[in-house]
């Protein structure tokens, strides 16, 4: 207990706790012990309400490394292996009405299935940058999954097709001149996209999975993880290094692809994908849904990863943990860095940009619960990180790091809110790092452009209710990039940003049946 309360009192540190006191106790069961008895329940303002036990959707983004902040994974199997949630977690209001609930699992008798979200958020600089200002962005995704194997007898079938909608300012550039610090729900554009339409076809006693159609390989197919969405700004859904070395579609958008999933036990795995590099799905409402970019004559190469890995969770284990390498190659036309098509510095001289084609990135990533209140809860504090490499070609960025700590269940009494901490560093291409040098100096300074660029956020989630979490944060940046200005400004030193993050879950937050789904 006196390890516990020292973690409160660093927590309350952080400076969050000013702004959730009044919170933490608003609503709580007044007496925990007597919970701790009481299955299959949440609370609201004290009273007991009753969830539906066969409701435990299982992998709605990535493979639970801590069960879903609002709750969506239903209940936990309490086992002699791994561990299951010993508290409940107290909730302001709840969303869930029998009517819907009862329709959700007459749709899921038959085989359909329906999931979705809404995130909506609001990010101010408040110091550094260029300008002191706010950006707005929401982010709407409703998805419908069919389960063939209820509807037509194919066994191991599935589709999914999903679409998403966002508006908005998502990027805030402009306010704190970093051109890779954004809003999490950004996408390239605004307008209504397709996020995935696929057939998921399961084979050989849940040894090998074929995904194909048109799908994203960031939401959480290669180097994701379920932690890495918990953060409101620059890292959702992988590293940013992924994104920016590579050439495959944005968060928000798809291209047709085939992935290839085996399983040679419950906790490893091997798969590799192929993914259509297409620069229309970067225009808006894909050019017209579904327009051109639906055919492969706008392909511009391919975008290759490949990953293996190990890792486990509540089920099996009390102390989850997961581990992978990955390798990525893109055959995509780019831009270089630096030159013009007469190898002179396109930033002195102007003309027109050389292109080049061909990239390879390698990856890994380690996450691991470290220590408990209790061995058997699933309560902990979560050590994370991620290191992507540029091994050939030119990528803007030549290395990239991510590390993180992540504080699941802070509260005994709030068992479902947490507490994130996480850095990510950019160690830029020399070749942009001379291209940025070379433009202040064409601009009458001499100032140098700092070849790293590091990002931090601390946040904390507050589960207000089934399927509701809201997450104010803090971000500040050192050495923001200005890659993304027309006009470089020197003395460009750091950014500090402040907002909120409200995210609801349908499923968990109107208590409806999810399909389950493998991707590792």
Not at 67 to 91: C, F, R, V, W
Not at 183 to 206: A, M
Not at 313 to 328: E, N
Not at 455 to 467: D, Q, S
């Amino acid at each position: 207990m006196k390890r516990e309360k020292s973690r409160k009192n660093i927590i309350f540190s952080f400076g969050f706790a000013f702004l959730l006191t009044p919170i933490f106790g608003y609503g709580s069961p007044k007496n925990i012990a007597k919970v701790d008895q009481e299955k299959d329940s949440y609370f609201v303002q004290g009273t007991r309400h009753y969830y539906d036990t066969a409701h435990a959707p299982t992998q709605p983004g990535v493979p639970n490394f801590v069960p879903a902040p609002n709750g969506g994974d239903g209940p936990i199997e309490n086992n002699t292996k791994g561990a299951h949630s010993l508290s409940q977690q107290p909730y302001l209001f709840s969303l869930q009405f029998k009517p819907i609930e009862k329709a959700g699992k007459k749709l899921s008798d038959y085989g359909i299935y329906f999931n979705g979200w809404n995130i909506s958020q609001l990010n101010s600089n408040i110091g550094g940058g260029y300008k002191r200002g706010s950006a707005y962005t929401n982010w709407a995704l409703i998805g419908l999954n069919l389960d063939m194997e209820k509807i037509s007898h194919i066994h191991g079938g599935q589709i999914h097709f999903i679409i998403d909608d966002v508006a908005g300012q998502g990027r805030s550039w402009e306010y704190n001149a970093s051109d890779w610090s954004w809003l999490n729900t950004w996408g390239n554009h605004d307008g209504l996209q397709v996020r995935e339409f696929t057939w998921d076809q399961e084979l050989f006693n849940k040894h090998l999975f074929i995904l194909a159609g048109r799908s994203n390989p960031k939401g959480g197919e290669f180097e994701g993880s379920e932690l890495y969405c918990q953060f409101a700004t620059f890292l959702c859904s992988s590293p940013t290094t992924f994104t920016i070395d590579g050439s495959s579609p944005s968060f928000t958008v798809s291209s047709w692809s085939t992935r290839v999933l085996i399983k040679p036990t419950k906790s490893t795995y091997i798969k590799g994908g192929i993914w259509e590099v297409e620069p229309w799905v970067r225009m808006k409402n894909h050019n017209g849904w579904p327009g051109p970019d639906w055919g492969f004559d706008k392909a511009e190469g391919i975008f290759v990863p490949v990953e293996l890995g190990y890792h486990t969770d509540f089920t099996t284990d009390k102390y989850p943990r997961a581990y992978s390498l990955g390798f990525t190659y893109d055959t995509s036309i780019y831009n270089d860095p630096l030159y013009n098509t007469n190898h002179q510095v396109y930033a002195e001289n102007g003309g027109k940009i050389q292109q080049r084609r061909g990239r390879t990135t390698m990856y890994v990533q380690a996450q691991q619960m470290v220590w408990k209140p209790d061995r058997n809860d699933t309560r902990g504090l979560i050590v994370f990180g991620a290191a992507n490499f540029l091994t050939s070609g030119d990528g803007s960025v030549r290395n990239g790091f991510v590390a993180g700590l992540f504080d699941w269940g802070p509260f005994r009494s709030r068992p479902r809110d947490y507490v994130g901490l996480v850095f990510q560093s950019y160690l830029w291409n020399r070749k942009i790092v001379h291209s940025m040098n070379a433009a202040l100096q064409a601009e009458g300074f001499h100032n140098q452009w700092n070849s790293t660029e590091t990002m931090m956020e601390l946040n904390y989630g507050l589960n207000i209710a089934p399927g509701i979490m809201a997450t104010p944060y803090f971000e500040y940046i050192w050495n923001p990039d200005q890659l993304a200005s027309s006009l470089v400004l020197p003395n460009v030193k750091y950014a500090a940003q402040v907002g909120l993050l409200v995210n609801f879950e349908i499923n968990p937050g109107l208590n409806l049946p999810e399909l389950h789904r493998y991707r590792k």
